[in-house]
């Protein structure tokens, strides 16, 4: 039996394209009806065939949905929460797949009284948007987050885990909290720090702006894949997930101003000690399916 009989699907972005793609795939008896706030990307998917239905508002999306999936930049969550609200019946369930879970949690559960709130994130992504970029398998062997309020009815989070599974997801149930430390340091931090050393070197007067680009694959290149992501989801995600982010920064710069002694001073084994270390983690994340050894990352 299908763990929900018909989904909505609001923000039909990146995450909420391959999401309706992959329940198109996995679970096509799902009813599923989409929808966005942006008309052009409306458009879109009723040109690609994404959805069932797609309804012009949020709230109209929803109505007899069992499952419902927010695919909008975290700093919106409130906004569709106001929106969907009045047109959810109590055995709803109203998850999500913002990149940060403890003010999501807050914000859905503040605003969606009497529904079965479950928040959840796919921890699978690439630097594009719009729903052109959307794919079927961007789940497949990615772990997907789910970290229910603490008095969640348990069926309800386990058909939940059970529809990321039937997409080729494997589930891990965590803390709201944990959560927002645990992908600090996986993905918000190397963000941050993408961003920062593109917007360095963009601002370089030594070396040309030619000259970066021309000599990008010595790692550069690497570094511009992440700082291409969206600007507004990240915006959101820094300012949503601001203590993790900073007290995580702390450490690192901490880190940083070491490496930067043992370079003044000379001091080659502790460089080449951390560098041995670090490839050590690059194998794991290789050996446990995470990554390919491929040299463009198998992207
Ligand atoms: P995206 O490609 O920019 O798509 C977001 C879509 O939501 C856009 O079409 C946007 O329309 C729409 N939207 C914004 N506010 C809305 C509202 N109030 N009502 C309805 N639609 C609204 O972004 P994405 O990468 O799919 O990210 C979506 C969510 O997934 C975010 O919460 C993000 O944290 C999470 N996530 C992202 C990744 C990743 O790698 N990208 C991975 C895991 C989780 P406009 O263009 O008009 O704003």
Redesign the pocket.
Same mark, same amino acid.
Request: hydrophobic share 45%.
């Given at each position: 039996m299908l763990p929900f009989a018909r989904v909505a699907i609001?923000?039909?972005? !990146?995450?909420?394209?391959?999401l309706a793609r992959a329940v198109r795939a996995a679970m096509p008896s799902v009813q599923l009806v989409v929808?966005?706030?942006?008309a052009a990307?409306r458009e879109r998917v009723i040109q690609l065939g994404l959805a069932d239905d797609v309804a012009d508002g $949020?709230g109209a999306a929803v109505v007899d949905a069992d499952l419902v999936i !927010?695919?909008?930049?975290?700093g919106?969550?409130a $906004?569709?929460a106001a929106?969907i609200a009045p047109e959810l019946s109590p055995d709803t369930v109203v998850s999500?797949?913002? =990149?940060?879970k403890e003010s999501?949690a807050r914000v859905l559960g503040e605003g969606l009284p009497g529904v079965h709130v479950i928040p959840a994130?796919?921890? $699978?992504?690439?630097?594009? =948007?719009?729903?052109d $970029?959307?794919f079927a398998s961007l789940f497949k062997g990615r772990w997907c987050i789910i970290t229910p309020p603490p008095r969640a009815d348990a069926t309800m989070v386990e058909r939940l885990a059970e529809f990321w599974r039937r997409l080729g997801a494997k589930v891990d149930l965590m803390d709201a909290a944990h959560h927002d430390r645990v992908l600090a340091v996986t993905s918000h931090l190397p963000h941050l720090i993408a961003y920062s050393i593109v917007g360095t070197a963009s601002d370089l007067e030594a070396v040309t702006r030619g000259e970066v680009i021309k000599y990008s694959a010595g790692g550069f290149r690497d570094f511009t894949r992440i700082a291409a =992501?969206?600007p507004?989801?990240w915006r959101?995600?820094f300012l949503n997930n601001r203590e993790a982010v900073l007290e995580l920064l702390g450490r690192f710069t901490e880190d940083l101003v070491a490496l930067q002694r043992a370079i003044r001073w000379g001091e080659g084994e502790t460089l080449e000690a951390l560098f041995t270390r670090t490839r050590a983690i690059r194998r794991s994340i290789i050996d446990e399916g995470q990554d390919t050894e491929k040299a463009d990352f198998g992207r």
């Open positions: 609001i923000g039909m972005g !990146l995450i909420g394209s391959s929808s966005d706030a942006d990307v $949020a !927010l695919c909008v930049p975290v919106a969550m $906004a569709v929106e999500d797949v913002g =990149s940060v999501v994130h796919p921890v $699978a992504g690439t630097e594009k =948007s719009g729903p $970029a959307g =992501s969206d507004v989801m959101d995600v």
